[in-house]
């Protein structure tokens, strides 16, 4: 079935109308813009239509969307109206489908939502740093690197340290990898993040430190050691967003747990031949 996309008859409409003004001065999401044979298309409805929008459409400016969105909605419901009724039975199961996930991602959304409270994550911070604060304290050092693929380049950058370069610069202007454009920061590492050779040397460096050249897989590595810690708990700003994805999650789980276990549900599909998949001309008159 051919799909249209809804961006797409917005900006052909842009093309066309220009913006209108509201009547009204205190406007609602019941205020109806339109009827189409009886049907209203309200305030409520453009609001949904603009949400649902690519991020680049959204920040277009109100008055270069309002029109087409109302007229986009228009056309909508009297193709609709049209063809009501006419739906193919794969048209329609995969329309019961659609329905069936937009109410469940809803309702879990709603769930996911309303677990995150101050209270919520507060509580899930304090957990966190109990379990942190219960492990073994374990170095963690926070370094730069400049990263060549010669030994060659690797010696002459080492030359130009050794006579006063400055790392960071030096990284800006010659370091091959990710991390040239913040000078070389690799920022704070423990044990394990890092390749043998490269976690060897800064375990056996002093702060403030330089060596090299040194070889990896990656290239030929100089190595400047900032700063050495023992592991703690990383203050709440920096687990914030992981902590409120998991309070997420897991009131999601929650929710479908709940719902399906108060459900009543017969499953009949045990020993079913799963090749079934594959016939999908069953969807088809």
């Known amino acids: 079935m051919v799909r249209f996309s809804r961006s797409g008859v917005v900006v052909a409409a842009l093309l066309v109308f220009s913006p209108p003004a509201l009547a009204e001065t205190e406007p609602s999401r019941d205020t109806v813009l339109a009827t189409v044979n009886g049907t209203d298309i309200t305030l409520g409805h453009v609001l949904a239509a603009r949400d649902n929008l690519p ?4 920040a277009m400016p109100p008055d270069a969307l309002f029109q087409p969105l109302v007229e986009q909605l228009i056309e909508q419901t009297a193709i609709m109206q049209e063809a009501e009724g006419t ?5 329609r199961i995969a329309f019961e489908n659609e329905q069936r996930a937009f109410i469940a991602n809803a309702a879990l959304t709603r769930a996911a939502n309303a677990a995150l409270t101050e209270e919520n994550i507060d509580a899930a911070y304090t957990a966190f740093v109990t379990e942190f604060d219960g492990r073994e304290p374990t170095p963690e050092f926070n370094a730069s690197h400049i990263i060549v693929e010669t030994e060659e380049e690797a010696l002459a950058l080492r030359e130009q340290l050794d006579a006063g370069a400055d790392f960071a610069e030096l990284a800006r202007e010659h370091s091959r990898d990710g991390a040239a454009a913040a000078g070389g920061a690799l920022g704070w590492f423990g044990l394990g993040a890092m390749i043998p050779e490269f976690e060897e040397a800064v375990t056996e460096m002093e702060v403030g430190s330089y060596m090299g050249p040194l070889e990896t897989r990656f290239g030929w590595h100089l190595v400047l050691l900032n700063d050495t810690r023992m592991s703690s708990a990383p203050p709440l700003d920096e687990v914030r967003e992981a902590l409120e994805q998991n309070l997420q999650r897991e009131a999601a789980q ?6 399906t276990e108060a459900a009543s549900i017969e499953r009949r599909y045990e020993g079913f031949d799963s090749s079934i998949l594959a016939r999908s001309e069953l969807l088809d008159d």
Do not use: D, N
């Not at 739906?87 to 048209?91: A, C, F, T």
């Not at 929650?254 to 719902?259: F, K």
């Open 55 to 58: 991020e680049q459409f959204r």
């Open 87 to 91: 739906l193919s039975p794969r048209e």
């Open 254 to 259: 929650a929710e479908l747990t709940r719902a």
